[in-house]
């Protein structure tokens, strides 16, 4: 099992950054692609982005590509976002997903995440 701690949310005005981590413990971390994804009040929750297990092949939703930036660091058994130029439309509650597979590369599909933190609220004010 692997236990997902998120942290870094709270409030920012439109434009500005956030940074959230998510911290694992349990299980072997670093064979196992990491993912980002929200869910806003009244929607369903949706894929914002994903890293394989090496740190390679990051990959976002259109939405917030070239402005968020996925990260992990497998030494200290941490995955990171870095939102820059945040709207109010990316006010959500954001999870860190584990893969279910190891040496994945990660994926935008939920049902492959395995593992999931208990989220962090980011709120985003115009």
């Known amino acids: 099992q692997v236990q997902l701690v998120e942290s870094g949310g709270g409030l920012v005005q439109a434009g500005g950054s956030l940074r959230l981590s998510c911290a694992a413990s349990?299980?072997?971390?670093?064979?196992?692609?990491m993912g980002w994804f929200r869910q806003a009040p009244g929607k369903e929750r949706e894929f914002v982005a994903t890293?394989?297990?090496?740190?390679?092949?990051?990959s976002y939703a259109d939405s917030v590509k070239g402005r968020f930036t996925i990260s992990r660091d497998n030494a200290k058994r941490t995955v990171s976002l870095q939102m820059n130029s945040l709207k109010p439309e990316d006010t959500a509650v954001y999870y860190c997903?584990?893969?279910?597979?190891?040496?994945?590369?990660?994926?935008?599909?939920?049902?492959?995440?395995?593992?999931w933190g208990q989220g962090t609220q980011v709120t985003v004010s115009s």
């Open positions: 997903a584990g893969h279910l597979s190891a040496y994945g590369k990660g994926s935008p599909d939920q049902s492959d995440y395995y593992y």
């Open positions: 349990g299980r072997t971390f670093s064979d196992i692609a």
């Open positions: 890293i394989s297990w090496s740190g390679d092949s990051p």
